[in-house]
């Protein structure tokens, strides 16, 4: 909390703390973003998993059919009020359980696709316990090129301290690689109750040696809000997990693409965050625009009887200042280990070294970045360090967000400091 705080001091040259309200912009200005991309969100699952933080309800098809509906609705309401089709680079679907709506999905796209021209790919969110041939062929149907699979660890005893099974993962991944989509994610989870260093390499390698194009790893973390049993392991331990990750990565030819992703060079990318802007879709879901961000309701009904009402479903709101809108870039284009100039200065207007020439300066001195041509890079320090900011910033304000948005539909104020 005091890192965060000391940070966003530091940044955006104010001791004003982030304020969100209830206030929201109809019709929501995008015409003129680039690099927009699309996420909608499907919150069903069969079962709720404790360690996930996620928005996420038991899944009834009635209620499905009712959700789809409502989200066909919203996409109406953004998307008609613009004057010509807008491009955006691609689209994700996330959960929940993406697949549990399977029969909707190509649905969906063409909805969208009526307001959007959709440029590159369109990704989905799997459960292993919804893998197999008929579903694949379904979403390949629909036009999905990539999936990202949730297994989180092969290891029984593993995903047993999580509330998880291990449904015979290896057989649905290899009927993924099967498929033959253009990028495969396998989402793993290190640090885990009971995981030791070899359990994790060995997820790695077999996730890899069963077809993944790409892991996405990510620390454990105990949200306030999940009813977990164990704690995650200590952050001594975290740290030579992180460590043995990256040693075996890159021993084994891997590609580290983010601070916590790892892909076979010469394959694409799948990542839902790390977009320049984007329009959410669906309950909890986000935008991000270049002066605005917005967050909607976490509760299905609210969410249902807005959209009835015509009305969008925000949540809580920030207009950003541009300091704010600049902190934001900077966050998440480090995940990514590369910060590019051109593309700071074509979204807020100003060359970053003007901005924060003092900052980089200083980061580069202390070993945590490198420029190379127009670009900043994230060394193995600087992403280390960023490891650990991550998880702070995941504490201090994504926590205490989603925390108050599970308990109240429409908050009248948030302050994150």
């Known amino acids: 909390m005091i890192l965060t705080s000391f940070l966003r001091i530091l940044l955006i040259r104010s001791f004003k703390p982030f304020i969100f309200t209830n ?14 991309g699309l996420y909608v969100h499907i919150p069903f699952c069969r079962s709720l998993c404790p360690f996930c933080p996620y928005c996420k309800f038991l899944y009834k098809r009635e209620l499905a059919e009712r959700y789809k509906e409502a989200l066909l609705k919203e996409i109406e309401m953004v998307g008609s009020r613009q004057k010509k089709k807008k491009e955006v680079t691609s689209l ?23 307001y959007f021209i959709i440029r590159q790919d369109i990704g989905v969110e799997l459960h292993p316990d919804d893998i197999d041939e008929p579903t694949l062929d379904l ?50 989870i290190f640090a885990l109750p009971k995981q030791t260093e070899e359990i994790l390499l060995t997820d790695l390698k077999k996730a890899f040696d069963l077809g993944a194009s790409q892991i996405s790893t990510y620390p454990f973390i105990d949200f306030t809000f999940a009813s977990n049993v164990y704690r995650p392991l200590s952050e001594k331990e975290k740290r030579k997990m992180l460590h043995s990750i990256c040693t075996y990565c890159e021993r084994t030819g891997k ?42 309701t976490f509760s299905l009904e609210a969410y249902l009887a807005r959209i009835n009402k015509e009305q969008l479903p925000t949540a809580l709101s920030l207009d950003f200042t541009p300091r704010q809108r600049a902190v934001y870039y900077l966050f998440w284009n480090a ?68 925390n108050v948005l599970s308990k109240e539909a429409f908050p009248n104020e948030l302050i994150l400091k």
């Open 23 to 36: 206030a929201y912009h109809l019709p929501l200005s995008y015409e003129d973003e680039q690099d927009l």
């Open 92 to 114: 994700y679907f996330g959960g929940g359980t993406p697949a549990l709506m399977k029969e909707f999905l190509k649905e969906i796209i063409d909805f969208l696709e009526r």
């Open 139 to 188: 979403l390949k149907a629909a036009g999905i090129t990539m999936v990202s699979l949730g297994i989180q660890s092969f290891n029984h005893e593993c995903l047993a301290a999580i509330g998880r099974q291990n449904a015979d993962f290896e057989a649905k991944l290899k009927l993924v690689t099967k498929a033959g989509f253009k990028v495969i994610d396998v989402d793993l």
């Open 255 to 296: 590609e580290r693409t983010a601070v916590w992703t790892f892909a076979q060079k010469g394959t694409g990318r799948y990542s839902s965050v790390t977009r320049d802007n984007f329009l959410g879709f669906g309950v909890s879901a986000a935008t991000l625009l270049s002066s605005q961000f917005k967050i909607n």
């Open 335 to 402: 995940y990514s280990l590369k910060i590019s100039e051109a593309k700071f200065e074509r979204l807020l207007g100003k060359p970053l070294n003007k901005m924060y020439g003092l900052e980089l300066e200083l980061a580069k001195k202390m070993g945590f970045l490198k420029k190379v041509n127009n670009e900043y890079l994230l060394t193995e320090r600087g992403a280390y360090y960023y490891h650990f900011l991550e998880q702070a910033y995941t504490t201090a304000y994504i926590d205490k967000m989603w």
